[in-house]
């Protein structure tokens, strides 16, 4: 059963950081496309990020560029995305999910078929 799970999410002051994880199972995300999206109450989702799954190229929502970075531990079958800076504005469900490929149109979600549950994230003082 092909399954994804966030975790990490939480309550973080502005300013402040966060890691959240992507943990696969039933399948190895090395060949695949794990894309991190975000959805905020009244607004449409977001694709935050991207890592392709053979060269790991990846890519950046305009909103997050030079303050969130996405990584792959193949080892763990994990994608992780570190949240530096954070603003109000990034208070969201974040998800994640899986794409056998993905190209420039990655943040419209479309090629993505496999999502996870969501973790909350809540940028507040």
């Known amino acids: 059963q092909v399954q994804l799970v966030e975790s990490g999410g939480g309550l973080v002051q502005p300013g402040g950081s966060l890691r959240l994880s992507c943990a696969a199972s039933g399948f190895t995300l090395d060949s695949y496309a794990i894309g991190w999206f975000r959805q905020a109450p009244g607004k449409e989702r977001e694709g935050v990020s991207c890592?392709?799954?053979?060269?790991?190229?990846?890519y950046y929502g305009d909103s997050v560029k030079g303050r969130f970075t996405i990584s792959r531990d193949n080892a763990k079958n994990t994608v992780y995305l570190q949240m530096n800076t954070l603003k109000p504005e990034d208070t969201a469900v974040y998800y994640c999910a899986a794409a056998l490929f993905v190209d420039s149109t990655w943040y419209e979600g479309a090629y993505f078929g496999s999502w996870g549950q969501g973790t909350q994230v809540t940028v507040s003082s």
């Open positions: 890592i392709r799954g053979n060269d790991d190229r990846t």
